[in-house]
């Protein structure tokens, strides 16, 4: 336990569903990250949240989108996902001062 | 944009040996991080660095920051199945966009070890 839980830890969506993806942490910390992990690809950025607003978006398409209500909690609600979209999407909270990220445990989706 | 180069991508090793593994990048930083990653879980940090020439230890685990800021070495001695996993690099330059981090991570370099 990091400090940092995802929820579902699995996930197998249709092309057509809707789902969301949650992260929660309570650290302390002000800001919140969103990355994919794809089988041999960098850690990809997607959205950074400071202090609950939107701080960095890295191009992500329009079918991911994110929301973070307050410090502690972020989302990220997917719908009409592609197969290419498969992948760990993993959750990270720091502080200013702090070493680094605190990652949770990912969310493994499997789009099919 | 910054680029960290991670080597090697993979590596298969007898339990017992001793592991290193390197990351360079293009710009300097002030930080660099390592992390591990357990199959099916997030990555977990080992070590930080936070200056030039600095060399950190964390049980097994030695961590070097580059004389020159562009570059980082991890070594792990004596190794054992329980190393088993992907090990990040990440870079992090000064300043702290105003409350939040920017972190630039490498490849990865995954480790098996042969018991």
């Known amino acids: 336990e990091t400090g940092v839980t995802q929820t579902p830890r699995h996930l197998v969506m249709g092309m057509t569903n809707k789902k969301s993806l949650k992260c929660e942490q309570h650290l302390g910390h002000n800001a919140m990250y969103w990355y994919k992990q794809s089988a041999k690809k960098p850690l990809e950025l997607m959205f950074v949240y400071n202090f609950k607003e939107q701080t960095e978006n890295n191009s992500v398409p329009s079918r991911f989108s994110p929301e973070c209500p307050n410090s502690s909690h972020l989302f990220l609600h997917l719908h009409t996902l592609q197969p290419e979209d498969s992948a760990l999407y993993l959750c990270a909270s720091s502080t200013q001062g702090a070493r680094g990220y605190t990652f949770g445990s990912g969310t493994r989706l499997t789009v099919v | 944009g910054q680029q960290l180069n991670q080597s090697p991508q993979s590596m298969f090793i007898q339990e017992g040996e001793d592991v290193s593994m390197n990351c360079t990048s293009s710009?300097?930083?002030?930080?660099w991080l390592w992390y591990k990653q357990d199959p099916g879980e997030g990555p977990v940090l080992l070590i930080a660095l936070y200056k030039a020439g600095e060399l950190t230890s964390n049980g097994r685990l030695t961590a070097q920051f580059g004389i020159t800021r562009k570059d980082s070495f991890l070594n792990i001695s004596a190794s054992i199945p329980s190393d088993v996993g992907i090990y990040f690099c990440?870079?992090?330059?000064?300043?702290?966009?105003?409350?939040?981090?920017?972190?630039?991570f490498g490849t990865g370099t995954k480790l098996q070890v042969i018991p």
């Open positions: 990440a870079g992090q330059p000064a300043g702290g966009g105003g409350g939040y981090q920017k972190v630039t």
């Open positions: 710009s300097i930083f002030n930080t």
